[in-house]
C-alpha cells in the first residue's frame, strides 16, 4: 500500500485553512493579544471557529494583531488547547466561560515565555555557545508534544533546540499542562515548566551523550557484522 504524501497532507492543510480565514459566511476569529512577553514581546491569539465545518480551533501567531489583519497560513502555530463552551446556557454563560478559558490561556503563554526567558543564561553558560532566538512557527527537529508559542532557544553548535510545549486538551479543563522541552535531531525529553533550568539542561546533555554512544557503538557492531560476512563470502565464491 503506497503511503500518503506528508508534504501533500500539509498543504491540504494549509489550504484549508486559509479558505476558512478568508470564507466570512461560514466562519469566525475572535483574537486576544498578549503584549510585555520578554522574548516574544507580543502575540496574538486566534480563536478560529467554523460552523459548516463544526470545528473551534486555536491559533498563536507572532506580534500584535489587530481586527482585521490578514494572517497567513504559514504564521500561524496550532495550539490544541480549544475553547469549550458548550455547557453554556446562554449567552452571558458562554461569554463568562470565554473570559475564564481565554484568561487561563493568556497565563500559560505569559508564564511559558518568563521561564523561556529564564532558561537563556544558563542554557548558554552549559553549551558553552551563543543562544540565537528562532520565531518561526516550524522547526528543524521532532518534538513529543504540541508547541504552545512559536518561540524556541536554539544552540547551532549544539543543534539543540529548547521551546515550551503543552498537552491537549480543552481550555475548560482549565490552564493546560505545560513543559520545557530539549530536543536534538534524534532525542528529545519534556522538563516541568517549575524545573531548574541547569539541573535539566545537564541531564539533556548527558541522555544526549549517552544516546551518541549506543549509536556509535550499533554502528561498529553492524559494521563488524559485515566484516565478518565479507570475510565468509571468500569461502563462498559461488553465492547462491
Known sequence: MLEEDPTARRNAAEELLRRALLDDSSSVAVSLKVGGLPLSDAVTVIFHGRRDLGTLQTYVTRGSRGAGATVAASELLRVPCDLDLADAEDRAEAERLYLEQATALRDALIGADVVLDVWREPLGELVGSTIEVDRSV???????????????????????????????????????????????????????????????????????????????????????????????????PNPV
Open 138 to 236: 516550524a522547526l528543524a527537529v521532532r518534538l513529543p508534544a504540541p508547541r504552545l508559542l512559536p518561540i524556541a532557544l536554539v544552540a547551532p553548535e549544539a543543534q539543540l533546540v529548547v521551546t515550551p510545549v503543552c498537552s491537549a486538551r480543552t481550555l475548560a479543563e482549565g490552564k493546560p499542562p505545560m513543559g520545557i522541552a530539549c530536543a536534538q535531531q534524534e532525542v528529545a525529553r519534556v522538563y516541568p515548566l517549575a524545573d531548574d533550568p541547569a539541573r535539566c539542561v545537564e541531564d539533556f546533555l548527558a541522555l544526549a551523550a549517552e544516546h551518541a554512544r549506543a549509536l556509535a557503538e550499533r554502528l561498529d557492531h553492524q559494521e563488524a557484522s559485515v566484516e565478518r560476512f565479507l570475510e565468509l563470502s571468500d569461502d563462498f
